[in-house]
């Protein structure tokens, strides 16, 4: 069995980069894993693109922030709006993005 907390940490520590998400006007910094705003793949021989910005954040620190989608998350100068959150089997909450904020 995969020890997912280990998983996020080394994920972290490779990609991390520090990320805000203000909810109610309150400051909650994390650290996240940032993927740009276009990637493309090919998922068993089909080609498969994402275009929304995200960053993933350990799940735990996510939970404590209260944000929900239409809050605001900042990385490094850029300010984007919370879209969807999607929790995973390993540990972390991916955050969909949107650069209207």
Request: hydrophobic content about 40%; overall charge negative; charged content about 20%.
């Amino acid at each position: 069995m995969i020890d997912a907390t280990a998983l996020a940490d080394a994920v972290l520590d490779a990609f991390g980069q520090t990320v805000t998400l203000t909810v109610g006007g309150n400051d909650h910094v994390l650290e996240g894993a940032w993927r740009g705003p276009y990637s493309e793949m090919t998922v068993g021989g089909v080609p498969v693109e994402q275009s929304d910005p995200m960053v993933a954040v350990r799940s735990e620190d996510y939970q404590t922030t209260g944000a929900k989608p239409g809050d605001q998350v900042t990385v490094g100068a850029d300010v984007y709006t919370l879209v969807t959150p999607r929790p995973r089997d390993n540990g972390l909450t991916e955050l969909t993005l949107r650069a209207f904020a």
